[in-house]
């Protein structure tokens, strides 16, 4: 199926947005800190149109949204409640904008993506981001990619029911495959920077799906919020010396903990670091998440584990919120896919299952 197969006209235009994996800097965003991801090579693709269906006898503009990798298609009038799945995504990057001023028709949309869903590669942020600069290419929209990704920030908050900050949606509208976008959440500075000396990155999802809405997400961000409190401050972020945590309650402490020395380990990598201590950074990363903050599971702490001990790896981390998902690693330029092929044939005999998203061979598999 097609868009003029499902709409019966081809598209007025399209836009795609990358998922992205963040290298560093987990839990990090909503406490106003800071973080380093990068883009995949994996996209979201949205085709729109105008439509002119209207709804019943009272005339009521809808929109029909339709995801070629669900076969799913919803139809909405713009007074109905917010709609579940992937159009809540949709419907709330177009209802933002109608807020914002901006006059949104009833529209067709059509999506199709490679982003791997529940692995952590930010496919919600892909598909918001798309879809809003699909609509600023459709609309001539006055809007920039900073305020592309902060409608889609808001978006995912209001409509979804996720309390995320905003890298997903900074990564995904600001970065490419080639660099590290490394970002402060508070400020929206942002520098753009080389991947560490003769290495390159290898995604592996754990086979072990999770959704952020369902998971611990929120409880994490509403115990740091509890903690930051406790600490007179505004945000974590705020924290530089992780001494200063010990006097919170726990499970406050560990994940006040976590935050700050996260943090701690991105501003290290600012100053320039080797591949070696990069790695260092990411392995000491992944203790803190399985350990302080508690959200790795079992069959992501054995992937990293077989990555961290195989040869060629630098270092490797569980990334995205955790509960599941994927991990990234730092492993030497050219020896990516060996390197994959040797740990997903170790994980998967110790019955779980894999498999490799970045580099690209991943990307059949993904779509």
Do not use: W
């Not at 990358?18 to 949205?46: C, K, M, W």
């Not at 903690?227 to 001494?243: M, P």
């Not at 498999?355 to 690209?360: C, N």
């Amino acid at each position: 199926m097609d868009f003029q197969q499902v709409f019966g006209k081809p598209p007025e235009t399209q836009a795609s947005a990358p998922g992205r994996v963040n290298l560093l800097g987990e839990h990090t965003d909503y406490n106003d800190g800071f973080v380093l991801p990068t883009a995949i090579p994996q996209s979201t693709t949205v085709q729109l149109g105008f439509s002119s269906d209207a709804c019943g006898g009272l005339r009521l503009r809808q929109h029909h949204f339709y995801s070629e990798n669900l076969n799913e298609q919803v139809s909405i009038s713009d007074i109905h409640h917010t709609p579940s799945g992937f159009a809540s995504y949709i419907f709330g990057c177009i209802e933002l904008l109608q807020k914002a001023g901006y006059t949104i028709p009833s529209l067709s949309v059509y999506v199709k993506s490679s982003v791997p869903m529940g692995s952590g590669l930010s496919s919600s942020a892909a598909l918001e981001v798309a879809t809003l600069r699909a609509l600023r290419q459709l609309l001539n929209l006055p809007i920039d990619d900073v305020e592309i990704a902060q409608f889609a920030q808001q978006a995912e908050i209001q409509y979804a029911g996720v309390q995320c900050g905003i890298m997903d949606q900074m990564a995904s509208s600001l970065a490419d495959t080639e660099h590290i976008l490394f970002l402060d959440t508070r400020t929206l500075e942002r520098r753009v920077m080389p991947l560490p000396e003769k290495a390159e990155i290898l995604v592996i999802d754990s086979g072990v799906p999770r959704t952020l809405a369902s998971s611990g997400y929120n409880q994490r961000r509403a115990e740091c919020e509890e903690a930051a409190r406790s600490l007179g401050v505004k945000a974590l972020r705020d924290i530089i010396d992780v001494n200063v945590t010990e006097v919170l309650p726990e499970p406050l402490e560990r994940r006040a903990r976590h935050v700050v020395t996260e943090n701690n380990r991105v501003l290290e990598v600012l100053q320039g670091v080797t591949s070696e201590r990069f790695g260092e950074l990411m392995n000491a990363s992944h203790a803190s998440l399985r350990d302080d903050y508690e959200v790795s599971v079992p069959a992501l702490d054995r992937l990293v584990e077989i990555l961290q001990k195989t040869e060629g790896v630098f270092g490797a981390r569980l990334t995205g919120a955790g509960f599941g998902g994927a991990s990234v690693a730092l492993v030497k330029s050219g020896e990516s896919e060996s390197i994959a092929t040797h740990v997903l044939e170790q994980y998967n005999q110790a019955g779980y299952n894999g498999r490799i998203l970045v580099p690209s061979l991943g990307l059949s598999d993904a779509a």
